[in-house]
DNA sequence: GGTAAGTGCAACCAGGAGGTTGCGTATGAC
DNA sequence: GTCATACGCAACCTCCTGGTTGCACTTACC
């Protein structure tokens, strides 16, 4: 029972490691922040405001994209990149699925105790 | 505005990072899911059933327990890790948060286009 | 057509993350 | 008291990540 349960949220939960993985550096985050604020914007205006390298910025978005929490879309010389909300409302679907594990862990450890 | 807006999402979102890297990761992710559904177990425990040696996992649980996400508790010679939900909670408030702003942001867009 | 702007690609580098091994130490069991 | 268990610490290794620089290429603009 724990072991299937162990299996569906780990397979379930492999799918978001590298969403949660490009949500965990600042910089990401902060492009999401601006990508989330306003989109699209081109890689140049992403890169107003940042101390990094255009190059840098340009990894950057590469892993988001990869993750699939932005999407670039070639416009003339530009290259635009805009925000997707979908892995993000996936992931709150996996932490509500966590939390209710968690309550149920909970409750079987209170009805174990009271017994 | 815009500047505002991210300043405080850029703000709030900072701290979550830690929590957002932590789980960016496979066998943490799964470390969080087996300390989930049973809480608390002790490393030798949590090193079971897993390839990776007890000095590995006992890094992966300094992670989490820095990201707060799991809390250490020595019991006699034995080191016991339990699950804390609130990292989490946090975490999917923000995320609500970043949701928010989102729909915001595309209201905007299709106010401006409409009129 | 010439020039500047916006990107992509590749090479390169430093540092940190993930992992192992070896050893020391404290605690429980007998 | 002795021995096995559970763990921490430190050194070490490898590989990936984050970042830069330099150059080539396409596209807009005049």
Same mark, same amino acid.
């Given at each position: 029972?724990?072991?299937? !349960?162990?299996? +569906?949220?780990?397979? !379930?939960?492999?799918? $978001?490691?590298?969403?949660?993985?490009?949500?965990?550096?600042?910089?990401?985050?902060?492009?999401?922040?601006?990508?989330?604020? $306003?989109?699209?914007?081109? +890689?140049?205006?992403?890169? #107003?405001?940042?101390?990094?390298?255009?190059? !840098?910025?340009?990894?950057?978005?590469?892993?988001?994209? $990869?993750?699939g929490?932005?999407?670039? +879309?070639?416009?003339?010389?530009?290259?635009?990149?805009?925000?997707?909300?979908?892995? +993000? #409302?996936?992931?709150?679907?996996?932490l #509500?699925?966590?939390?209710?594990?968690? #309550?149920?862990?909970?409750?079987?450890?209170?009805a174990?105790?009271?017994?």
């Amino acid at each position: 029972m724990s072991a299937r !349960a162990q299996t +569906i949220l780990g397979k !379930a939960g492999r799918a $978001h490691v590298p969403v949660f993985a490009a949500l965990g550096d600042e910089t990401r985050l902060g492009l999401v922040t601006r990508l989330c604020e $306003h989109s699209p914007q081109s +890689i140049t205006q992403l890169t #107003d405001g940042s101390r990094l390298t255009r190059q !840098a910025i340009s990894k950057h978005l590469a892993v988001l994209e $990869h993750a699939g929490i932005v999407e670039s +879309i070639r416009v003339g010389r530009e290259c635009h990149y805009e925000f997707h909300l979908k892995p +993000i #409302d996936d992931m709150k679907s996996y932490l #509500d699925e966590v939390s209710r594990q968690w #309550d149920e862990a909970l409750g079987r450890l209170k009805a174990f105790v009271e017994r």
